[in-house]
Each structure stands twice: as structure tokens, then as C-alpha cells.
């Protein structure tokens, strides 16, 4: 197949053509000789599977012939016929196990290291570390010779790590996939030096940017019948700046210098390398426009010499060109979703080149609109699949008390009782959701923070006699994942296994079908491999089995070899290297997407990279600017990037920045094809936006006022309710006419209400037990009192602490204050409820005052208790008379067990501190004026047809109501009139 030579042999394939058609072309020409089974002599390596599927496509595309043996780089770790005498590798899980033990036991010894919870991470990144260094040819050894000058401790420690590390892998005598890949190049290198293979062997597609990569390549190189065809190679690129990109100091950034560095450890110049099969590329003056752009800086000031020649070439440099600049990132998607629909009815191929996975799910979700599923080389996230996120969801709840919210998510998922009668088990849920032991037990909605399961059975036993043998399944498996004893990670998969098959099979059925479909499948395999791999003996907690689940479940992918559309294709950077399509959309085009940004190393910072000669940071943005220039170079091409992420406004890719800075600097001719390629971008957006566009005009709603029939008005309030009629009378007409309630939160919360209801209940069980004559108010038994009463009511550890901090910090002055109130008078009731009722119509003021006391002269004190600040002289004179109106009650004897009595004393207590606390004024008419005021309200909705207004007298624009939504807030202003309007 190729003519004896004494030098590598290497061939490229140039920018801007379709590197695998290229490749199987060239290969057909220079074979036209051979017999159609004499192919199969013939073996090729290339970068990645994809690649091999599609080379092998267009072999059986040229007709009958046999194929060749088409392999890829990564299977020489495994290569079983090698000729080497080595065991294989140790496997990615069981290094990932050994490695987790090491970072634990040093996080356990140095906790300010890092958080446990980020032991796997570590050990992950521990683990890409030691394959750089196998990769790379480097020895752990070269670790005792750092120096680390000036560097901070965090570095000593990593590197002290790093060198015990060494002394522990080397005794297990363990073997890294990449070092026995390394391992096996080496072996075929020095075996073909004595016994040279006479049939051709050829790698296809690779840059070598790794170092075991560029060592397998000189190896083939040098073979009687050996070749390597680079990839994505600039033949506009000067001899002079292959002179600068080949030095040994130079950047890695440019997207031609892993081929430089290649072609320097293949002994090959860059300037003499053949083609491997000519055919004209699609456009060779647009790949010398960014040949020109992406020069390295410096030899920028080329940009002044050869611009101007290409004036005359920018127009069809860019007349396939489309600039999409959208303002978000969801318009970008929807945008980049419209080009790919619109190929896809004319028949065309396209693709999405990004390494922006958000994009490219956000893409996929709307192709799904047209029933478009795209194929997308990474497939889709095992973790994020519906087997996935069961999977991660259940191994979170090893070993924890549960929350209603958790519960509800478990039992909900769709996987949950699958097996057999899910109807009954949906119903069964939302039973469960709404349920109330009593008045005052919910179960799950407002109810305790985490589930008692022994309440929810006796809610069975009780009000739900059916749902049995429901509720004990339930019981039942969750109570067999409470044990937080540690243990080791085989006993937590099968914990975890049993919990998963009870969940599935449900109450009634026999097997559980977990395991279902293509995403099922792939989920076993990882879960039996895990199973199989964790045998250690060390011992873990249920956290740490969870993050490693998570972990393991990332690294899965499901695929549909059926479901994907032919022409619709979205490829990872790796994936475009060696593949075309009729249109090629790169999208994310912004810094930090595309090129990423530099993974964090937490083991060698960049001068310690730079001593063990490992790779820098430069490298991978030197890769991610070739896959864009290759990528460029297509027939037709979209460049896409949104203008803000969030708030936050984004930066142009730098390879978009210098295309953009050269263009402008050409005068009016750049500056033109820059305004087309942006009108053309912009036609993308607005066919996006239309779609979401309403066809008709909408009116906007009025503000509402309501008015019900005189039947269905509120019929009873209480004294909290009336500065919400005053206010927002909307939101009274909602819960008491329409009767719609907002739903309370799955358990309850460490929040406002909680607080101030915890406070009440230590305030009222002081008063209960404490004697002023005996001496019992004290600070120390108001705090022994809070102690007992957070212990039993508030099962937020942080929150108690905090509570009872703040509870410290006024103890002194509450209890003084309790002292002069027990002078003035004694306490007659507390948490007392009362009512009174209008003579007018039907309706009934009720009330729960916090503190009722009588003084020497009979007359009555009312306290209330705010854990806040009361309101102030002007609210309480116009919206909140909560005090006046259980003054009204008191007045008329509506308290139980109480007389009517005269009011000496109204009175808001503030736990804040006695600055906060607030009195209102009293005088002999305060009652019933208040009462007068309340019926002449009443009245106005009632009888006068005053509607129910929304949002009327507001105390801060910025506060909400649950019925906000309903009354269609935001369609109307503020200052918009309410529309009367009787309702049925």
C-alpha cells in the first residue's frame, strides 16, 4: 500500500474537509490494487467508537468487500494480544474504592483539608491524576524532587500525600488502565523493532495530545507499512509560526500545536506533510480568514500584512455563515432547535457541536415539540433518568429520619409500585397527603418535620381501614433503611437492593419489574458491577455510599439505537473531530463553555505540574480551538452564543472575539460580512420568538371586587382577619366564599410562625408554673422552662441553639418585665378563646387571646405576644385593632368563663426587647366604638355592595398573597380602579 521509506510516515487531512470520507476515500485509492478480501489485512485505529461506526458505514457503502479490523486507541489497554506478560487493570470502580480509603484516612487525620463529603470527588480527581502520569511516561518517583519554594501549606501537605501514595500503590502492585496502556505500546514498539509487521497498519484521527497516544504513533509511524493521517491540519498555517508553535516553551493554546508538537516527536515537518487523499475542502478562503484570525500572539502583527489581501475573499469567506447572538440562553436554544428543525424538513444533515450539555438538553427538550429526538453522542445521563433519579433518590434516604417532602417524592416517582395496582397506590398517596390523625395532627401537609410512621398507621387503623395492607408496605420498608450504623459498601448495596425491589414490586405483587427497558438494563449493569467491586472491608456511612452511587450513575449513559432522527445529530467537541454534516451549528460559544474552564487540580498547582513535566491548563484549550477550526471549516456553518447567563452578562468566545476584531479592522467590506452574518443569525431568533408569540391580542384582566350573594358571605373571622378585610378584603373573599385554602408545606419548617409559636408556649408555661410570692422568677427557671419546652417542641437542633441564644440574650429583661406585670395585676387566662356575635346579620368575631389579666380593680389587661415588632400608633389606629376588637369581646363577656368587664390596659409585648413593646391608648367608649367600626365595615361588604377588592390598602407593595395569581395580579397596576362585579 505505500512505498519503502527511512522516515515516518505521516499524511493529513486538511481543514474544512470531511476528515472520515476523506480518510475511507484515500484509503480505496491507494488500495485499488488489492482484492476486495485483502482488505481485512488492513487495521486502523482510530480516536473513538463513533468514529469507527461511521468509517465502517462508508466502507459498506463502497460495496461488497471485506472490512478491516477497525479498533480504537483505548482498547490497547486491554489488548489481549499483545505481546506482554501483564496482568489486566485494575478496574476504574475498585481503584476509585482503594483510592476513597486513602483520601478518608487523610481527611480524618486533617479535617481542615477538605470536607468527608467530598472524599469521592478527591478520589476521583486522584485518579485522573495517576492516569497523567502513566499517560504522560512520567514516574511518581520525580514527586520527592519538587520543590515547592513559596508555595502555601495546603501544597507540603498534597505533596507529602502524594509521595505516601506513591510507596502504598506501589506495594499493592496495582495496575492503572493507563499505565498498562503505556505498558502495551511500549511492548509492541520494541516487537516491531525486531519483527515488523508486513501488513498496514494506520492511526486515523488523532492528535496525539497524550503522551502514550504520540508515543503508540511514532511506533506505527516508522512500520514498513505503517501511516498516521492527522486530523483538522491548517495548510495555511506560515512556516514561521510552525517554527514558533514547534519551540519548547511555546503556548499550547493554538489550535495547531498538539499537531506541531506531534509532528516533532514524529520527526516530520509540519510543511512537508502530504494529504492523504486530495479533494477540494469546502471553503479554503474561509479556513484562510481564520487561519489569519487564530495566529498566535506573537506573530498578531501578521494580521496587518496579510489582511488586506483578503479583502477581496471575505465575502464568500462568510457568506455561509450565520451569527446567532441571543439575549438568554433558553432564546439561544430555541433558536439553534429552529435551524435543526428546518434542516431536518429539507433533508439535510446538521448537527450541534458543543460541550455545553445544558444547551444541549435545553435543544432537546424543544425538538421535542416536533416530535424531533436528536442523536446525541453522549446519550442521555444515566443519573438523570427516570431509573436514575429513583436509584440516587432512595440511596439519599439510607440511614436518615425522612421528611414528608421525601417521602411524598419516593412514593410519587413512577417507578414506586409499579408492578401491580399503581391506581390504588396513587390514591393511597394523595390520601396520606391530605391526612389528619385529628384536628390538630396532620400527618404529611403541616404536619411534624419527619414522618412518624407510627402515627400514619394508627391514621389507618382509624379513618382508612382499606388502605392497610398499603400502609403497612410502606411501613415496613422504610423502616428497614433506619439504621445509620456504618458498615461496609456490599451490606449498603444490599440495604439498598431490598429497598429498591419493595418499592417496586408494592403492596400485592410477587417480583418487582425495576430493571425495565434500555435505561433499566444499563442501570443493573452498573449496579451488579458495583455490587461485584465493593467487597472491601472498610466501613462507611450512608452518605458516603449515596455520593459514590451518584458518582457511578454519572458515569453511565443510556442510548436509543431506534428513537433518534437520521439527519439530527448532537456531537460532542471529540466526536466533530473526524465527522461533517451538511449543516454544523456551533453553539455555547462563550469563555468558560467553549473553551471550558480549567478544571481545579487540588493535588499539583501549576508549578508543580511544570517541575514533573505534566500537562498545563493550555493544552485543553489548545484542542477545544482546533476542534472550532475544524469545525469552522464546514460547508455551512451557525456560530451561537447567548449575550447573558442569568443576571450576568457572558464574554465572547476568544475565537469569536478575534474574528470579530479582524473583520472590523478590514474596513467596510469586514464590517458587511459581519452585519449578514448577524442578520442571518437574527432570523433564527425571530422565527424562535414567533413560535411562543400569540396570534390573537389578550385583554388585560381588571382589578377584581367581588360581590357574592348575601348568602354566601364570610360568616365568622377571627380578630386577625379583620386587618386582611381592611387590606386586601380579595383574599378574605377567597378563603371564606370561594373556600380555597393554600396548601401547607410537606412538614413544618423552622420559619416565623414556628418560632413565635414555640415562644408562646415557653412564655404561657412560665406564667403557668411560676409564683412571684415564692421567689420563682428568675432568669434561670425562664431558662430551664425554654430548655425543656425546645428539647420537646422544636426537632431542629440548629434552630433550638439559635432560638434559645436569643431567648439568653432577653431573659433578663423579660423576666423583670413579668415581675411589674405581676404587680399590676394577676393572670386570669391564657390562650383563652372567645367570640361575639352581631345583632346586624350573622357573623361571628372570634378570637385566641394570648394573656388575659385582672388588676386589683377588676378591670381587665389584654396582652398579646409578638415575636416581631408590633405594629405601630398609625397601623394600630386604622388596619390592625386586633387588641381593640378582644377588647369589643371581652366587653360583651364573649371570653369563656368570663364576665363582661371594663378594659384598663391593651398591651402588644414585643420579644425583641421593652423599646419594642407597644401600648394602645384605652378610653371607656374603646369597646364599642371598635365594635361600631367593625359592623359599619361589615356592613359595606354585606349589605352596601362594597366588593371584595384585591390588593387594596397594602401596608408594602412588595408583599404577597396566596391569591395574588388568582385575582391576576400583574395584569393590573396598583393604581388601577377595582371593578365591582357580582359573582354567583
Known sequence: MFEP???????????????????????????????????????????????????????KQKGATLLPRLKVLSDLTHDALAPIDLALPVSPLQRRLKLADLVAALIEQQPDLAPKSSVFALADSLAALLDEFHGEGVSLDRLQDVELGNASEHWDRSLKFLNILTQYWTAQSLIDPEARQRAVIQAYTN????????????????????????????????????????????????????????????????????????CGKLNTDPNDIPAWHEKLVFSQDRNKLLSLALRPAPVTDQWLEEGPDLIPTIPSATQNISLISAVSPKDEANAIAVCLREAAE???????????????????????????????????????????????????????????????????????HQADDRGNHLR??????????????????????????DIIREWADAKHVDAQPWVAWLC????????????????????????????????????????RENEGQQAQRLFDNLAQEADGDSVWTASDYASLLYSVLQSGEVRDAVKPHPNIAIWGTLEARVQG????????????????????????????????????????????????????????????????????????????????????????VGETALSDMANRGDRWLQLARSLDRPTGRLEKAARPAPVPPATAHPKRLSVTRIKTLVRNPYEIYAQSVLELRALKPYGLEPDALSRGIVLHTILETFNQSTHFEDGEYTVEHFLDIATKVLERDVPWQSARRLWFGRLKKIAPWLVEAEQERSQLGRISAQEIKGARQATEFVFTLTAKADRLDLDPKGQLMIYDYKSGDPPGPKEIHHFDKQLQLEAAIAAAGGFANMAPLSIAALQYISLKGPEASRSVPVTDTLADDTWAELIQLLRCHFENGVGYGARLKMQKDKYGSDYDHLSRFGEWEETDMPETRDVP
Open 428 to 453: 393511597f398517596t394523595r390520601d396520606l397527603e391530605r391526612a389528619e390523625l385529628d384536628r390538630d395532627t396532620p400527618l404529611i401537609r403541616g404536619g411534624p418535620p419527619f414522618v412518624q410512621f
Open 476 to 515: 415496613d420498608g422504610f423502616e428497614m433503611i433506619t439504621d445509620t450504623t456504618p458498615r461496609s459498601m456490599s451490606d449498603w448495596l444490599a440495604v439498598h437492593e431490598g429497598f429498591l425491589y419493595a418499592l417496586s414490586k408494592g403492596a400485592k405483587a410477587e417480583q418487582h419489574c425495576l430493571w
Open 581 to 668: 454534516a451538511d449543516l454544523v451549528i456551533l453553539g455555547g460559544l462563550n469563555e468558560g463553555i467553549w473553551p471550558q474552564k480549567p478544571k481545579p487540580d487540588p493535588w499539583l498547582n501549576r508549578s508543580m505540574r511544570k517541575q514533573l513535566g505534566l500537562l498545563l491548563p493550555e493544552r485543553n484549550i489548545g484542542l477545544s480551538a482546533h476542534d472550532f477550526q475544524q469545525a469552522f471549516g464546514q460547508n455551512k456553518i451557525v456560530l451561537s452564543r447567548a449575550i447573558r447567563d442569568g443576571e450576568a452578562p457572558t464574554v465572547s468566545s476568544r475565537w469569536l472575539t478575534r474574528l470579530n476584531n479582524l473583520l472590523t479592522g478590514l474596513g467596510k
Open 191 to 262: 516487537h516491531w523493532v525486531e519483527d515488523p509487521p508486513s501488513n498496514p497498519i494506520i492511526i486515523a484521527g488523532s492528535t496525539g495530545s497524550r503522551g502514550a497516544t504520540a508515543l503508540f504513533m511514532q511506533a506505527v509511524s516508522k512500520l514498513p507499512q505503517g501511516a498516521v493521517v492527522l486530523p483538522g491540519y491548517d495548510v495555511e498555517t506560515p512556516a514561521d509560526v510552525w517554527d514558533v508553535l514547534g519551540r519548547k516553551n511555546a503556548n499550547d493554546d493554538h489550535p495547531q500545536s498538539m499537531l506541531a508538537r506531534v
Open 5 to 59: 521509506n527511512h522516515q515516518s510516515r505521516v499524511f493529513m487531512v486538511p481543514i474544512g474537509a470531511d476528515f472520515s470520507q476523506n480518510f475511507v476515500d484515500g484509503l480505496f485509492e491507494r488500495a485499488i490494487t488489492k482484492q476486495p478480501h485483502e482488505f481485512a489485512s488492513i487495521t486502523i485505529y482510530l480516536n473513538t467508537r463513533r468514529a469507527a461506526r461511521r468509517v465502517e458505514d462508508l466502507f
Open 346 to 416: 429539507r433533508n439535510e444533515t446538521a448537527v450541534l457541536i458543543t460541550p455545553d450539555r445544558n444547551l444541549t438538553r435545553r435543544v432537546s427538550a424543544q425538538l421535542n415539540r416536533w416530535n424531533i429526538t436528536p442523536d446525541d453522542s453522549a446519550g442521555e445521563p444515566l443519573h438523570l433518568s427516570a431509573i436514575g433519579i429513583f436509584m440516587r433518590l432512595t440511596a439519599g434516604l439510607l440511614g436518615k429520619v425522612i421528611t414528608p417532602a421525601e417521602l411524598i417524592a419516593v412514593l410519587k416517582h413512577p417507578l414506586t
